[in-house]
């Protein structure tokens, strides 16, 4: 059988390959303007604080095998050909380059995904603008249709809902005196205002899984909010755990970032060191929910939304 080949963009954060390439990656990250010297030491220490390592790049790396290993398997009967690229934000390969080697390598049809399954336009919004304005100026055309959730995907929250009843049994307490925090990136507040689907979402999804828990003794909070001079939307889990066992006397807490699917700096260091060291001096006992990176449920959720998105557009 002729195979049909098609392309996937598999979009995500990007993170350096050496502590040498923080600079660089932080320009980025500030659209061309370097860092001061503080600030980077700051970020670099922060990378030094988890061990010098980028464990970001390996799980991104081990994702976008697996999705084409899954579509592969999955769809190879139905003569399709999965041909996964990466397109990082802030790091090379950049978006831009996974679009164009799709090109390059004859692909005339491609669908776009990020790794991270909430949608906003300064997010997700951003990654698919990149790469349609570059598919758009390549001389040949590139035809590509983009993913942009899947934050309600049953297997998505049947694998967060696992880790947090995982997480509930590493206490030695009455399950509603765990409180559940769940948590994303912050973004500037004005999101809200151009009504955004981005805090809704996440909303849904903590709710889905609190449900599926059977959990009522939950909340959302904000985290690794940038230092910016505008609003970012709060309040930050750090305000959060502080008011709830001051305030409360809240001493079980559970960490479930959900607006992440990776081990990586904004997990490692600013749950487990950061908010970490905060809970000791609180005496209050924090577990993080462990990390999706490869779990098959989840590269499942990619596959099915990938070849979704082309049913969708009735290109299958
Ligand atoms: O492990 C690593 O090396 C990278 C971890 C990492 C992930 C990540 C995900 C998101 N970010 C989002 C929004 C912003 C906005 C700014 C911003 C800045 C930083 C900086 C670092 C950084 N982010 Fe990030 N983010 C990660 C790392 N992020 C480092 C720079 C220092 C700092 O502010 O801490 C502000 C920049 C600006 O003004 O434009 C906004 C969002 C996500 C989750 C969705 C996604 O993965 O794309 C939203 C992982």
Redesign the pocket.
Known sequence: MEQRKIGVLVM?????ESLDQVEAY?TH???GHSPEPQQLKE?TDR?EAIGGL???RDNTNKQVQALEDELNRRYAGQGLQFACYQGL?HASPFIEDGVRQMAEDGLTEAVGI???PHY?V???GG?IKRAQETAAALPGGLSMHFVHSYHLHPQLIEALTERVNTALQRFDADRNEIRVIFS??S??EKIVEMGDPYPKQLHETAQRIAEAAGVSNWQFAWQ?A???SVPWLGPDISEVLRHIASEEGVRYVISCPI??V?D???VLYDIDIELQGIAAELGVQLERTASLNTDPRYISVLADAVYGELKMKQTV
Request: hydrophobic share 35%.
């Open positions: 995500s954060y990007g993170t350096p932080y990250i500030r659209r970020l990378y980028f464990p970001l934000k990020v790794l991270a906003s300064m997010s997700v990654y994303a990136h973004l500037p690794s940038g230092q910016t607006g992440f990776s990586h700096l904004e």
